[in-house]
């Protein structure tokens, strides 16, 4: 499986933009990227997940590298209810499996 | 829907006991994960289902963990016997099929072992 790597934390202020940033240089053709977070004494939720176009949803907004070997995940205005750890992942689903392998992901502390 | 539904919330037991964490899954999922989450590891899945049928347990990390599916609305993960390095919040999560690419998995709110 393709490896990410995340920084270990981020702080924000409340109220601004969060870049979160996610390398994945052996990534291949045909690996998703997903990104769920962890709210404190929950379990992981979904975020978002992309292919090779930016994506938008509700929550968050996904920005990808050209080269795909890089990707960021975009909290247009953090509120403390962000604060998480957040995984990048990547998922081949060519080969139907539904084998995903969280890293140690970004621990998100938004600053009141 | 309720979501994910995992019992007990915590357990607290003695090392040598045996250990048995249940798991609901979302009704009319068709996939079933058990994860296992430590400060040290992190995340680690540890097996999965797919209509029932474990699909992939190389995660297991020995002979002392079993996991099966007797029912689309049921699965259990049984330690046995417990050590103190299992100590640990077991998630389960589920998904469907048609959710494949999408890759949704929704996480129940764990279990929280710990093994004295």
């Known amino acids: ?112 | 829907d309720a979501g994910v539904i995992q019992s007990p919330r915590h357990e607290v037991t003695e090392m040598g006991q045996e250990v048995t964490l249940r798991c609901k899954p979302i009704s009319g999922h068709d996939y079933l994960f058990w994860y296992r989450q430590t400060m040290m590891r992190g995340l680690e899945l540890l097996i999965y289902f797919n209509n029932n049928v474990p699909i992939d347990d190389s995660g297991m990390p020995e002979d002392r963990f079993s996991a099966k599916m007797p029912n689309a609305s049921f699965s259990t993960l049984k330690i046995q016997p417990s050590e103190p390095r299992d100590s640990a919040v077991y998630f389960c999560a589920s998904t469907h099929t048609t959710d494949f690419i999408t890759g949704e998995l929704f996480f129940g709110e764990g279990s929280r072992l710990t093994v004295l």
Request: charged share 20%.
């Open chain 1, 1 to 112: 499986d393709a490896k990410t790597t995340q920084p270990n934390s981020m702080e924000s202020n409340e109220e601004e933009p969060v870049h979160l940033p996610c390398n994945h240089s052996t990534i291949s053709g045909t690996d998703y990227i997903h990104w769920y977070r962890q709210l404190p004494s929950q379990g992981p939720e979904y975020v978002i997940h992309g292919l090779t176009s930016n994506v938008n949803n509700r929550m968050a907004s996904l920005a990808i590298a050209e080269d795909r070997k890089s990707s960021t995940l975009i909290l247009h205005r953090a509120t403390l209810r962000d604060a998480a750890v957040y995984y990048c992942i990547l998922r081949d689903t060519t080969s139907g499996t539904y084998k995903y392998i969280f890293g140690t992901g970004t621990r998100l502390k938004v600053l009141a």
